[in-house]
């Protein structure tokens, strides 16, 4: 949490609140008795007193350690009040808005205390790499990093790093919002040439949702495929399941015990808004997300190297657990991890509802025939546009709201023709079912294509990517 200069701002309750200051008190003494730098423990305790200001700004009285603010219902626990309904609400497992045009993403980097990815990075990036920065980076769907230019100088030096990141298996369905990171994060392979690691955490989902460990095993081995199917190479990938590595891999399990002992049940109670009704296994899971962040969780790729950063592309949702880490690194000898985050993918209905894969109507999936994929566009997909064509043509649409243009913005990879749609919705010259039209002829070759390439990929192949092995690099 010391990572978070902003982090007052960020929580959404006093009880989060309160949370967070008895796990920055703790943070302050343990770095006292660790004999922390002067600096580290100077930022540490600034933190901690502005919290407290938060706080009593918040609540109307002074911390006290042992009395907590009065708690809401439990049924509302995770519930939100009507002054919260209004902010934006983004946890692990919640994304929430009012706003038809989606998050504010601007707040939201003020409130987790990361950096605006600016046209400077983006243009670093392309001088770095000698590649016309991918388009989620030119339209800022990838919005916001943390330490971006400490891999960037290390790569400029020749110094390695690698790339981490994942995907929860909760349904054999994935849509075409799942393959966001993993679309950017094949791009980033390629232009750097790097390692990259695939967590499957499978075991998150049978702690949070119900299924059986071998459905959730199940549903990872699925994912992989989908994911595969994206064109990773696999002289460079490693994609593990939790419930199949920790069992075999000594080095991962004894990063996972090293974060455990450095991250109090105050901080995650803090960070991750845990009950004392959650789970234990809930309780602990943030330290295995944490673990494939350090290079020596993989000594079969990195040897024991312990010094190799890690760079992480993910959605915004996922940046609590990094959070913790990049506070826990220092402490436990290791770099802090580097990310990049995305933004959200709306759901067909408007920015403002969340996809859900046990409603199909409610995205595009990775199944769905070239039909299928027609209908709902037409169907479902929540338009910008006027009431009438009279009105439509007079006032144009709005294309902040209209998800199909929002789609666009994600799979068009045509810069200038994007454009051109946005002057001609606007001005009213493109009605809603032609802007719908040129999304379906975008979507339907893209989802057909992946098709093809899922159907190539064998259990063997699965296999040999979720098999423990030395990558193409040499780590001495």
């Avoid at 609140?17 to 770095?31: H, M, T």
């Avoid at 219902?73 to 045009?101: C, Y």
């Avoid at 959730?216 to 064109?231: L, Q």
């Avoid at 069992?247 to 808004?273: D, E, L, W």
Wanted: glycine residues 6%.
């Amino acid at each position: 949490m010391a990572d978070m200069p902003n982090g007052e701002q960020g929580f959404a309750s006093p009880l989060e609140l309160f949370n967070s200051i008895a796990a920055q008190g703790e943070l302050v003494r343990s770095l006292k008795a660790g004999k922390a730098s002067k600096d580290e423990i100077d930022s540490a305790v600034k933190l901690l007193l502005s919290l407290k200001m938060s706080y009593k700004a918040t609540v109307g009285e002074e911390y006290k350690a042992d009395c907590p603010p009065a708690r809401p219902a439990p049924e509302n626990s995770r519930g939100l009040n009507a002054a919260e309904a209004e902010e934006d609400f983004v946890d692990p497992w919640t994304v929430q808005t009012s706003s038809a045009k989606g998050i504010d993403y601007d707040k939201l980097i003020v409130r987790f205390g990361s950096s605006k990815i600016d046209k400077e990075l983006v243009n670093r990036i392309e001088r770095a790499t000698g590649q016309k920065p991918h388009r989620f980076l030119r339209r800022g769907i990838f919005f916001s990093h943390r330490d971006m230019n400490q891999i960037l100088d290390a790569y400029e030096n020749k110094k390695p790093f690698y790339l981490y990141t994942g995907r929860g298996p909760s349904s054999e369905a994935m849509h075409v919002g799942h393959l966001i990171p993993f679309i950017f994060t094949k791009w980033l392979q390629d232009v750097f040439n790097v390692p990259l690691v695939i967590q499957m955490t499978d075991d998150e989902k049978y702690l949070w949702k119900d299924l059986t460990l071998d459905q959730a095993y199940g549903y990872a081995v699925e994912n992989a495929k989908d994911i595969i199917a994206c064109g990773f190479d696999i002289k460079k990938t490693f994609i593990f399941s939790d419930l199949d590595y920790m069992g075999m891999s000594p080095g991962f399990y004894k990063n996972v015990v090293k974060i455990q002992k450095h991250v109090t049940f105050n901080q995650v109670k803090g960070i991750f808004g845990f009950t004392d009704s959650d789970s234990i296994g809930k309780i602990s899971f943030p330290a295995i997300q944490a673990a494939p962040s350090f290079s020596n969780s993989f000594p079969q790729i990195f040897r024991d190297r312990t010094d190799i950063q890690c760079l992480i592309p993910c959605a915004i949702d996922q940046d609590p657990y990094f959070r913790m880490t990049r506070d826990v690194a220092p402490r436990i000898g290791y770099p802090k991890p580097a990310l990049l985050h995305s933004t959200f993918f709306p759901a067909l209905q408007g920015a403002q509802t969340k996809m859900s894969a046990s409603d199909p109507n409610s995205s595009i999936f990775l199944t769905d025939t070239a039909k299928q994929i027609k209908t709902k566009v037409n169907k479902h997909a929540f338009s910008g546009g006027r009431d009438t064509i009279e009105e439509h043509r007079q006032f144009g649409g709005n294309c902040d709201v209209d998800v199909s243009f929002m789609y666009l913005t994600f799979f068009l990879e045509d810069d200038d023709k994007l454009e051109q749609i946005r002057k001609d919705y606007t001005s009213g010259d493109m009605l809603t079912g032609e802007l719908k039209k040129t999304l379906i002829e975008v979507l339907q070759p893209l989802i057909a294509e992946h098709q093809a390439r899922r159907k190539e990929v064998t259990d063997e192949i699965v296999k040999e990517f979720m098999t423990p092995r030395k990558l193409s690099y040499d780590f001495q």
